[in-house]
């Protein structure tokens, strides 16, 4: 009977000490919020949105694909005209002459071909630039999501570490436990205190450095996390065979592909560029004072380049080299694509794997440490049963959070190294 009064007694205790602890958090959260007042809740989508419309990468990416297609531009304009005026004794005396550059029968075709292959190479870049700051502002904002899983679970266990000390004060009073199981509660719930603290403090980090990759000011804190951390769409990660099925070629592959075409293209044009001089001359002689040969008298011509000194060799070795060059970074980015492929897919099979054991390891463990309470609160487990079956369940509740952080991590890397950008 004085057992069950004491029993009463520390569950009416243990309300009080969670009500202290829900106080606490509220007035932490107060205080937070008198800290920064305008702090806004933001999805994983408006996160992304938002560092494609602040991200300096793709402004420069961007940059880049505006110049290439000013090239297309230039390289498709037409030579202007050359006129030429002269004056000799010989008669007739005045000379009047315009040439027509005839480039855009030899050379135009090729360097409006070769800027159009730079251009398209500058636009898939440029979207994998984008691509790329989904992945940063996605991988980010799991980061942020699983921090402030973390401080959730952490504030969690103190509360729960404060409970089983005042159950071992209750049971020491009625004489079931001894001094050393109070102290060993103390101990554990001090601990578990002080990792709430950290773990708070490392979720405020962690959304400080998602406010920077959104290109927002890490000064202070402005945002807070709206979507939980959960398993990823799986419907949006591409299977296997799904890159042969519907052609789709990873954008670094792509891009480097367009930068080989254009290398041979310039090669092509360097090796024509020996007729850069050929030219159409019309022209107009008058003023005899002989008067032997009255009025204008037409004059026409062809202007042909002699390549007797320069044949264009070292710009042809410097274009051979290029094509080298983006010959190799095409074989070096088709690897490099099917490795980052292929680990990204293994990474997210295993982490995919892992979390549907740890949603069943979460379940067993949780209830082994309701069960294993209620038996020291009855008298049949001893507390280092306790602590060691919500130490289970807290490290369980851990494993499942990183776990689904890695498979968000891979399937956002997938979604990137196969050109699948859209979510």
């Excluded at 070795?317 to 290029?322: D, L, R, T």
Aim: aromatic content about 4%.
């Amino acid at each position: 009977m004085p057992t069950s009064r004491f029993l009463i007694a520390g569950a009416t205790s243990i309300s009080a000490r969670a009500l202290v602890c829900a106080l606490l958090l509220t007035s932490g959260l107060a205080r937070a919020r008198a800290q920064a007042p305008s702090l806004s809740p933001i999805t994983r989508d408006s996160a992304i949105s938002l560092a494609l419309a602040h991200g300096s990468r793709a402004a420069i990416a961007s940059a880049t694909a505006r110049s290439a297609a000013a090239r297309v531009r230039e390289a498709g304009a037409f030579a202007n005209p050359l006129l030429s005026a002269s004056y000799s004794k010989a008669v007739p005396q005045y000379h009047a002459t315009i040439d027509f550059p005839l480039d855009f029968l030899t050379l135009r075709g090729l360097r409006v071909a070769s800027a159009r292959s730079s251009s398209e190479a500058a636009q898939l870049r440029l979207a994998f630039e984008r691509a790329a700051i989904r992945l940063d502002a996605d991988t980010a904002y799991t980061i942020a999501s699983a921090r402030r899983a973390r401080a959730r679970l952490s504030l969690r266990n103190a509360v729960d570490a404060e409970s089983l000390l005042t159950i071992a004060h209750v049971r020491r009073s009625a004489g079931d436990a001894s001094d050393l199981d109070v102290d060993v509660a103390r101990i554990t719930a001090g601990r578990a205190r002080n990792v709430a603290v950290a773990d708070s403090q490392s979720a405020v980090s962690a959304t400080l450095e998602l406010q920077q990759v959104l290109g927002l000011s890490a000064s202070l804190q402005t945002i807070i996390i709206a979507d939980s951390l959960g398993v990823p769409r799986l419907d949006t990660v591409p299977a296997p065979d799904s890159s042969g099925a519907s052609g789709a070629t990873p954008l670094s592959v792509a891009a480097a592909q367009q930068d080989l075409l254009a290398a041979n293209q310039t090669l092509a044009l360097e090796r024509r560029n020996v007729w850069s001089g050929l030219a159409l001359q019309a022209g107009v002689e008058n003023h005899d004072p002989t008067g032997g040969e009255p009025g204008l008298l037409p004059t026409v011509g062809v202007s042909i380049p002699l390549p007797l000194f320069n044949q264009g060799q070292g710009a042809i070795a410097v274009a051979q080299a290029e094509r080298d060059r983006a010959r190799a970074e095409l074989a070096a980015a088709e690897r490099e694509s099917a490795a980052l492929v292929a680990r990204a897919r293994s990474e997210l099979a295993a982490a995919s794997q892992r979390v549907a054991r740890d949603r069943q390891l979460v379940e067993t463990a949780s209830r082994v440490a309701r069960l294993s309470l209620q038996a020291y609160v009855e008298g049949a487990y001893p507390l280092t049963t306790v602590l060691e079956a919500q130490r289970n369940a807290r490290d369980t509740l851990v494993d499942l959070i990183d776990d689904l952080v890695a498979a968000n991590t891979a399937a956002a890397a997938l979604r990137l190294y196969t050109g699948v950008t859209s979510k």
